[in-house]
């Protein structure tokens, strides 16, 4: 159980083009999703908080009108990097959390997005 | 943002030798969690742990919530080559999680 998926695992795109990551639980229902950047060798960086319904929460630092965060349904959130630009070449890593008291995180595979 | 510290940051330790890493913050937790990574992955939870004190296994791994709230170990014994990886310790107080530093794992047969 608490599976999660990404898709695309990886994704080579030119500068400038906008580029989009979907995030789904596959055996739950999430009702809140998590979007991470993870640069070679560092640790995982939180970017934004995804609520499904609502407006995503960045945190400091992080463009909201360059990372477009949709949750649509409680087993879907995507990640849209628009005019991508190659110092955003990253790992990126969802998680789903199963809610309540229980912090748990299920992550996905992530993405690798190479910009040009 | 912030960090939890973890060390060692990396270890080279042959096979069947145990292993024993921490996690170190300068503000309290209510759940520590661990975590590995294998490369081009997502990590994968290993163990949860809610109270202060708690010592929890799961296999040849053992975790322990620090009675301060402040820190944790992960203890893994018996290695083999497949527990090479990246370890990561996260603390959350809210849904948010804070991760370490990251502790990186080599076995030699």
């Known amino acids: 159980g608490a599976v999660v998926s990404q898709h695309p695992s990886r994704v080579i795109c030119k500068s400038g083009t906008s580029v989009k990551i979907e995030c789904r639980s596959l055996d739950f229902q999430a009702t809140t999703m998590f979007w991470y950047r993870q640069f070679p060798k560092q640790s995982l960086m939180l970017m934004a908080t995804s609520n499904e319904g609502s407006k995503a929460t960045y945190e400091q630092g992080v463009e909201k009108d360059k990372f477009l965060i949709n949750h649509a349904s409680l087993t879907l959130s995507t990640l849209t990097v628009t005019s991508a630009h190659p110092e955003d070449s990253s790992f990126y890593i969802c998680?789903?959390?199963?809610?309540?008291?229980?912090?748990?995180?299920?992550f996905g595979p992530g993405t690798r997005l190479t910009v040009l | 943002g912030q960090q939890l510290n973890q060390s060692p940051q990396s270890m080279f330790i042959q096979e069947g030798e145990d292993v024993s890493m921490n996690c170190t913050s300068s503000?309290?937790?209510?759940?520590w969690l661990w975590y590995k990574q294998d490369p081009g992955e997502g990590p994968v939870l290993l163990i949860a742990?809610?109270?202060?004190?708690e010592l929890t296994s799961n296999g040849r791994l053992t975790a322990q919530f620090g009675i301060t709230r402040k820190d944790s170990f992960l203890n893994i014994s018996a290695s083999i080559p497949s527990d090479v990886g990246i370890y990561f310790c996260a603390g959350a107080n809210t849904d948010k999680l804070i991760f370490g530093t990251g502790t990186r794992l080599q076995v030699f047969p």
């Open positions: 503000s309290i937790f209510n759940t």
């Open positions: 998680s789903a959390s199963l809610g309540g008291r229980n912090n748990e995180q299920f």
């Open positions: 742990l809610y109270k202060a004190g």
